[in-house]
Structures are given as structure tokens and as C-alpha cells.
């Protein structure tokens, strides 16, 4: 009878496992869609203020990339934070959180995933087009993989290797020729370049933090609050050392008076909340692999969601990048995981 009741207990917390699991890769998906839309409205709100002071120039694109992605962090990293009060969590949560010294560490995970990897992204999207950025973006589970082998001492399997192998040649098919109507593309890809390491370095510092915490307090206050003024700080001091503060303060300026790009900004705001959050989430229900195989898929999705908006925001790929952006995500889930297990909810999941 105990042998009996043991089992079935077993069973429903197998089963409940599972379920977890399956809703992790749902919230992967929907982050891989979001991302997708959020970078969209981001680069659209930076291509208005950029238009509206009339400047082409390689330092006012990242100045103001980095500025408009403050706002929507920062932004993102309040709506998070009055979620949290909304459904019962109290203030000082916040305190103990910052008390926790192991969780401070995530600063240096909103440094690198903050002005480097998402701000480089919201750099590369408007020179180089959201498709090829994602593309390179997708690099990510390769320099993991590769960080692991080297600071961890783990051994990837062959499979690994020719994830990478493929990955690889996806992004030089993607990177060989640019589409109609982009400008600097090549400059557009190597600042996405920059997107995997810095999301490499987030992925090494923050996984062991996530499983000690909340992960939608510490991607809200850290991730987003303090991400948010990291990508300012960083074009003010740029800002500073160039002579160049009036461009700062212009920036500023157009945010807040063209509504259209307040909208935009406050659009992102929200998609960054939740993108961000089910991000991490599913990373600790259906684990880091699988949401990781799922939530770079961008490249892919990136296609169908650049011609559904193509009204409002310019979009132009190529046949070869369509090819190319398949290609990437097939290399980066052989990566992560082998392609039986990807949907394949066990014990382990």
C-alpha cells in the first residue's frame, strides 16, 4: 500500500514536471516572438529621433541606439517591479535581494547584456537589417558552448562541433551580400558580432543567481533597472570624452518630443518586461538548453514578422539571407541539444 501511494506520488510530480516544461518552451517561443517585435520598435523609435535631428553619422547611431534602449530598460525594469508589489510582494523583497551579495554579480551581467549585446543589436538592426542581426545574434549558444569548454572544462559532444561548424557557415552566407536599401551592412554585422559575447557573459554570471532568487525580481531590478542606466551612462561618457554632449542632450530632446517615438519607446518598454522575464523563466522550467534553442530562433522569425510590419518599419532580405537565417538556427539548436529531445518532456527536462 505505501509501495503503491509512493508511486503515484511520484508520478504526479513527474507529471507536474512535465507540465512545467512544456509551458517553459511556450514562454521561449513567446520570447523569441517579442524580441523580435520589441527590437523592431526600439530601432524604429532610435530611426525617428536620429531623422528628427538629422544626423547620419556612425556616433549619433550608437548614441542614440543606446539612449532610446535606456528608456525601454529602465522602463521595463518599473513595470516589472510594480508587477511584483501588485501581486504580493513586498518592498522590502527588493532589499533583501540587494542584501543577497551573490545576486550582485548580475550588475555584471546587466553591464554585458545591457550596452554590449542588446545595445550593439539595436545598433546593428538599423544598418544592417533585424534578419542579419539575429542571425549573427544566434551565435550566442556557440560562445557558451565554447566558454564552457574553456572556463568550465566541459567536453562537447561531436554533435556540438558541428552546430558550430554550421552556425558558422549560416552567419558567412548571411554576412556574404547585403540586401537592397541597407546601408553600412558591414558595419551592422560587426556590431552584431558583439551581441554573443555579451550574452555569453550574462548566460556564465547570472545562471547560478537565477536558481537562488526570483528571477522576475533580479531581471527586474537588475537586468532592467540597473541595464537601463548602464546604456545611458555608457553614451554619456562617450558623449563626454568626444565633445559632444550637445548630441546627448538632443537625443533627450526628441524622445520626448515626437509622440510617435514616445510611443515607440513606451511600446518597447513593455515588450522588454515581458520578453525579458519569460526569458528567464523558462530557462528555469524547461532548463537553460531548451530555452535557449528556442528563444534564438529569432533569425527565423524575423522574416514573417519583418513583412507583417513592413508598413511601418523598412524591411529587405535577401533569398540567400532566408537560407542563411535557417541554416544559423538549425546549427545553434544542434548546439544545445539533440534535435529528438528538443519536444521530448522528461524527468530531466
Known sequence: MIEKSSITSMEVFRKKRISLAKFGLFLA???????????LFNSGAQTIVLGAMGESTVLATIVTALIVLGFGEFGAGIILI???LATGSPITEYKGLWDLKASRIVLISALAAGPLATGCLMIAIPLC???YANSVLALTPM???????????????????????ISVIGVMIASYSPPQG???FYLGIMFALFCPIGFCVESMVSSRVMDLTDPIEVCGFYRCLF??????????IICLVFGKMELFL?????????STALLFVVISAVAIAFQYSTAYISYNYCGPSRGMAITFSTPVWSIPIGYLMASIFPYSVTKQGMVAAF????????????PSELFTMRETA
Open 129 to 131: 537589417g533585424i534578419t
Open 182 to 184: 541597407v546601408s553600412n
Open 250 to 258: 538632443q537625443v533627450f530632446q526628441f524622445v520626448f518630443s515626437s
Open 327 to 338: 541554416i544559423v538556427v538549425i546549427g545553434m539548436v544542434l548546439i544545445v541539444i539533440k
Open 82 to 84: 510594480l508587477y511584483k
Open 143 to 165: 560562445l557558451v558552448a565554447l566558454a564552457s569548454r574553456i572556463f568550465l572544462k566541459e567536453i562537447p559532444v561531436r554533435r556540438v562541433y558541428i552546430g558550430i561548424a
Open 227 to 236: 541595464g537601463g542606466l548602464f546604456d545611458v551612462a555608457v553614451p554619456l
Open 29 to 39: 517561443l513567446l520570447s523569441s516572438f517579442v524580441l523580435v517585435f520589441f527590437s
